[in-house]
């Protein structure tokens, strides 16, 4: 979220913030199993970025591995927010979600899409990892 909002105030690409790099592809890119961006976003949770060299994206799609912790089972789950919308997709495991008041238990094959400038926030639950493809939709830029 913080490095969005860096990046979004130098009218600069996150990746390029965080490379150096201005991303240079335009008609498609491929990342290899294992080959994503890594990228801090959340602590203990890994982010892989699935597009660092695509210029120009309409969204940030994400490979991310939520650990399992057995203290944060019963506690609140931390609520952030960012522009646009998000669509995660659960792969493996199972993820406590919460979007602003609404709870919501999600397995491998469940999705949720949503409204990403409210406040949300998932953990792992079920006692094992959770991963999931996250794509976060950017907000159209208004002239």
């Known amino acids: 979220t913080f490095l969005y909002r860096?990046?979004?105030?130098?009218?600069?690409?996150m990746i390029?913030?965080?490379?150096?790099?201005n991303p240079h592809l335009t008609g498609y890119t491929v990342i290899k199993q294992g080959a994503g961006l890594p990228i801090k976003r959340r602590k203990?949770?890994?982010?892989?970025?699935?597009a660092a060299n695509f210029k120009n994206k309409l969204a940030e799609p994400f490979?991310?591995?939520?650990p399992y912790h057995e203290e944060e089972q019963n506690i609140p789950i931390h609520l952030s927010t960012h522009e646009g919308q998000e669509f995660d997709y659960i792969l493996?495991?199972?993820m406590r979600f919460v979007h602003e008041n609404h709870v919501e238990e999600l397995t491998a094959g469940d999705s949720v899409f949503y409204d990403s400038s409210r406040g949300h926030g998932m953990i792992a639950t079920g006692g094992e990892e959770c991963l999931f493809l996250a794509v976060i939709l950017k907000p159209k830029e208004t002239k």
């Open 63 to 66: 490979l991310v591995k939520a």
């Open 92 to 94: 493996k495991g199972s």
């Open 44 to 50: 203990s949770f890994e982010y892989y970025h699935l």
């Open 16 to 21: 390029e913030l965080l490379t150096g790099e």
């Open 6 to 13: 860096c990046a979004e105030t130098l009218g600069v690409d």
